[in-house]
């Protein structure tokens, strides 16, 4: 009985350099370009440079299941293909998003057939796997087990919580990175030199950072920007420049005034914090969205956050540490688009809270006095741990009393050097829930807090 895929199909590689020209110039350029060894393959250093995991298994001439978890254009498909080429394995893909049991039924039968009449391997890849149910995802484990195919999937999302842990057990996790600017450039300067239709107009790039600021990390989506700005350019003029207005026309997208390693970026982070400081949360939302347009790292703004909860607010509000080490595990998890929703909560929340920063100054004067002198100060001897019997014996330990075992839980005691007046350092404000902790600090330190 005839089968839907041809011959050639059945034996071969779905290899674009086997298109013909004239076919060919209908690929979008993402494809035609798209690197067909792993050493023309841009970023991922760590699982393809030397001793890396993949390189090593393509060295060794096997490779084991895998999911690849990163970004949009980070070159999951693209690695996946390499290593069905480098190996010689008949490579068939899926999208889970349109893919059903049938399909997988489908691909396992012709695995089998691969196998038996032409020996070949047969590599299933499998976009978005995330997105397939779990029976589904049941449908691949005998494959798997059993050597008839060996599956890369490609996923988004945190596999951890999207692939069932049966199917994850039998797979190696291998997370790609977002392209730096500097690898997405190489990237399009490579299209530019060496696709025949880019060659073939001439094109002349004239503002490449607004492009790789456009990009942000995804090779793919700077390829498709540079394409749909071609495709803007009249006929038969050469060289094509393209320039900021020309990438504006085509992506509808203007160009932020925001430099990632400039002065502005440097302003802008400031006028954040200061509005959260300032308690005005629409102003940090403005500044936070200038941040995000302007392709800032998503981490990076979580990332102070979690500074500005304790620096800035500290026990005034103490869940406010909390919701920005939760807000910077969301954007770890989730990442833009999406992750800004995440960003916008923990940066209204944190201004909105009550401000204190008692506890930043209290660290900042502790240290001061340490570096004066005080670091060679030892505790006393009742402060210390006594783990040994000689050390019993020496007075390590003795005389010290147990708080618990006092009324309110509390003795009053020098927890100071001998040598060293007490002192405030942690001055709490009456501010939020400080207020409620100077009060108590005023009652069991009378001498210290005192007027």
């Given at each position: 009985?005839?089968?839907e895929?041809?011959?050639s ?43 890396g ?69 047969m ?103 540079l ?132 506890s ?29 019997d ?31 007046e ?25 001498d210290?807090?005192?007027?």
């Amino acid at each position: 009985m005839p089968d839907e895929h041809s011959q050639s199909d059945l034996f071969g590689f779905s290899d674009p350099g086997r298109s013909s020209a004239k076919s060919n110039r209908f690929q979008p350029l993402a494809e035609r370009v798209r690197p067909r060894s792993i050493d023309e393959l841009f970023g991922q250093e760590h699982l393809v440079g030397p001793g890396g995991p993949v390189r090593s298994y393509l060295e060794q001439g096997r490779i084991p299941s895998m999911i690849f978890w990163g970004p949009p254009g980070s070159g999951k498909t693209t690695l996946a293909e390499i290593c069905a080429r480098s190996l010689n394995y008949r490579f068939e893909q899926l999208s889970a998003t349109d893919a059903g049991v049938k399909d997988v039924r489908r691909v396992l039968e012709l695995a089998q057939k691969s196998r038996s009449i032409d020996g070949r391997q047969m590599l299933l890849f499998i976009d978005e796997i995330h997105r397939f149910n779990k029976a589904q995802q049941d449908t691949l484990l005998h494959a798997i087990e059993q050597g008839l195919i060996v599956l890369i999937g490609a996923t988004t999302e945190n596999p951890s919580f999207e692939v069932n842990r049966a199917l994850l057990s039998r797979m190696q996790v291998y997370i790609l990175n977002p392209l730096s600017e500097a690898e997405v450039r190489r990237v399009v300067e490579r299209a530019i030199e060496s696709d025949p239709q880019l060659a073939a107009a001439g094109v002349e790039m004239r503002d490449m950072e607004f492009l790789l600021a456009y990009a942000a990390g995804d090779a793919r989506k700077a390829l498709n920007a540079l394409e749909a700005a071609l495709s803007l350019a009249p006929r038969g003029t050469a060289p094509v420049v393209i320039d900021r207005t020309r990438l504006e026309q085509a992506l509808q997208h203007r160009a932020p005034t925001y430099d990632k390693g400039g002065e502005a970026h440097y302003d802008t982070v400031s006028a954040f914090i200061k509005s959260m400081r300032g308690s005005d949360p629409d102003a940090a939302l403005f500044w936070m969205a200038k941040m995000i347009d302007g392709g800032e790292d998503p981490k990076f703004i979580a990332r102070r956050m979690v500074i500005f909860a304790s620096e800035d607010i500290g026990n005034a509000d103490p869940y406010a540490l909390t919701l920005a080490v939760s807000v910077f595990h969301a954007v770890e998890l989730i990442g833009l688009p999406e992750a800004r929703i995440n960003l916008a909560q923990g940066a209204t929340y944190l201004a909105s809270c009550p401000k204190s920063n008692a506890s930043y100054e209290g660290i900042n004067e502790a240290l001061s006095d340490v570096k004066k002198g005080a670091a060679n100060a030892v505790p006393p001897l009742y402060l210390r741990n006594a783990p040994t019997d000689l050390m019993k014996e020496i007075g390590y330990g003795k005389g010290y009393r147990y708080p618990h075992s006092y009324p309110g839980h509390f003795v009053e005691e020098h927890y100071f050097p001998e040598q060293m007046e007490p002192k405030a350092y942690y001055r709490p404000t009456g501010e939020g829930r400080e207020k409620f902790i100077r009060e108590r600090l005023e009652g069991l330190w009378k001498d210290r807090y005192g007027d």
